[in-house]
């Protein structure tokens, strides 16, 4: 039996619906939204641009009210403030005070939070970060969307929460910046925090996840340890010359005929290999919408 104090989220049958004056209707953003995080994972909330991943945060957070269904942190009820100052979160887009410096910043949602030591926790945080430090005491007008993004990185993870809640953390991210929040994703989590990400990027969560959610048009679509959802059979096996296109074959047989035809045309095989099975081979079977590998 699952011990209650080991479910830190719970989404019960969330829905929202909004109205939109420029289409004259209303708009379904979340159809039955159901999942839950169990403490000491890392959570991929995984779907396409407009499947509903914000509106799932934000009613999380207590930062937009469901039209119905119901939402807990920590086994209390969506919104608490309590439960709100054990949780890191950064919004997809973070925006800050213009004038301000990312020190300040990050110092200030210390102080918000209650911590004794600010600059230590400031300086701490920016360096996990990954923010240069000729960066620290820039305007926030002056820094890069990555860069943004990292102060917002700092911000959230400044007084070591006990949950992370982070919405496309690697937006606007280059492949290095990407790496470097991946790494303190995964520091986070060795370090005992339970994380909630969003994204659509799929290798990103394949690389960090070890729960799957996947969301499509405001509906889960599949809920599953990241291992089980892999897990089955191959993709097919994928045989390689040393000139020539490859050839992928669906099971042995079709291996064996595909190789003999090969060896009766002179063609030399370099190698032969069994590609697993992906996140993007499941979203693209479950989903309406295929996303970016």
Same mark, same amino acid.
């Not at 999380?60 to 807990?72: D, E, I, N, V």
């Not at 520091?187 to 799957?212: I, M, P």
């Given at each position: 039996?699952?011990?209650?104090?080991?479910?830190?989220?719970?989404?019960?049958?969330?829905?929202?619906?909004?109205?939109?004056?420029?289409?004259?209707?209303?708009?379904?953003?979340?159809?039955?939204?159901?999942?839950?995080?169990?403490?000491?994972?890392?959570?991929?909330?995984?779907?396409?641009?407009?499947?509903?991943?914000?509106?799932?945060?934000?009613?999380?957070?207590?930062?937009?009210?469901?039209?119905?269904?119901?939402?807990?942190?920590?086994?209390?009820?969506?919104?608490?403030?309590?439960?709100?100052?054990?949780?890191?979160?950064?919004?997809?887009?973070?925006?800050?005070?213009?004038?301000?410096?990312?020190?300040?910043?990050?110092?200030?949602?210390? &102080?918000?939070?209650?911590?004794?030591?600010?600059?230590?926790?400031? *300086?701490?945080?920016? &360096?996990?970060?990954?923010?240069?430090?000729?960066?620290?005491?820039?305007?926030?007008?002056?820094?890069?969307?990555?860069?943004?993004?990292?102060?917002?990185?700092?911000?959230?993870?400044?007084?070591?929460?006990?949950?992370?809640?982070?919405?496309?953390?690697?937006?606007?991210?280059?492949?290095?910046?990407?790496?470097?929040?991946?790494?303190?994703?995964?520091? *986070?989590?060795?370090?005992?925090?339970?994380?909630?990400?969003?994204?659509?990027?799929?290798?990103?969560?394949?690389?960090?996840?070890?729960?799957?959610?996947?969301?499509?048009?405001?509906?889960?679509?599949?809920?599953?340890?990241?291992?089980?959802?892999?897990?089955?059979?191959?993709?097919?096996?994928?045989?390689?010359?040393?000139?020539?296109?490859?050839?992928?074959? &669906?099971?042995?047989?079709?291996?064996?005929?595909?190789?003999?035809?090969?060896?009766?045309?002179?063609?030399?095989?370099?190698?032969? &290999?069994?590609?697993?099975?992906?996140?993007?081979?499941?979203?693209?079977?479950?989903?309406?919408?295929?996303?970016?590998?």
């Amino acid at each position: 039996m699952t011990d209650p104090r080991d479910v830190l989220v719970v989404a019960e049958d969330l829905t929202k619906v909004f109205f939109s004056p420029f289409l004259r209707r209303r708009v379904e953003a979340l159809r039955g939204v159901s999942f839950t995080v169990r403490k000491g994972s890392v959570t991929g909330f995984l779907g396409a641009n407009g499947a509903g991943k914000t509106t799932t945060m934000k009613v999380l957070l207590g930062l937009l009210a469901p039209t119905s269904g119901r939402a807990s942190l920590f086994g209390v009820p969506v919104p608490n403030r309590k439960a709100r100052e054990r949780i890191g979160f950064m919004p997809e887009s973070p925006s800050f005070p213009p004038n301000q410096s990312a020190r300040e910043v990050v110092a200030f949602a210390a &102080t918000i939070q209650g911590s004794k030591f600010v600059g230590r926790q400031t *300086e701490k945080a920016l &360096t996990r970060s990954g923010l240069e430090v000729a960066a620290w005491d820039r305007p926030t007008a002056s820094l890069s969307k990555g860069q943004g993004q990292r102060v917002g990185l700092a911000a959230a993870i400044v007084e070591e929460p006990e949950l992370l809640i982070l919405d496309e953390p690697m937006s606007g991210l280059d492949p290095i910046g990407r790496a470097e929040v991946r790494s303190l994703i995964a520091s *986070e989590h060795q370090k005992g925090c339970t994380v909630l990400f969003s994204t659509h990027v799929l290798s990103d969560a394949e690389d960090l996840c070890t729960h799957v959610c996947m969301i499509d048009q405001g509906r889960v679509v599949v809920d599953s340890p990241l291992e089980a959802l892999l897990a089955g059979d191959h993709r097919g096996i994928r045989v390689h010359y040393a000139s020539g296109p490859d050839d992928l074959f &669906t099971n042995d047989e079709a291996l064996d005929e595909g190789l003999l035809t090969a060896v009766v045309a002179g063609r030399l095989v370099r190698e032969v &290999t069994r590609e697993k099975k992906c996140l993007q081979d499941v979203f693209t079977h479950y989903a309406s919408h295929p996303v970016h590998s």
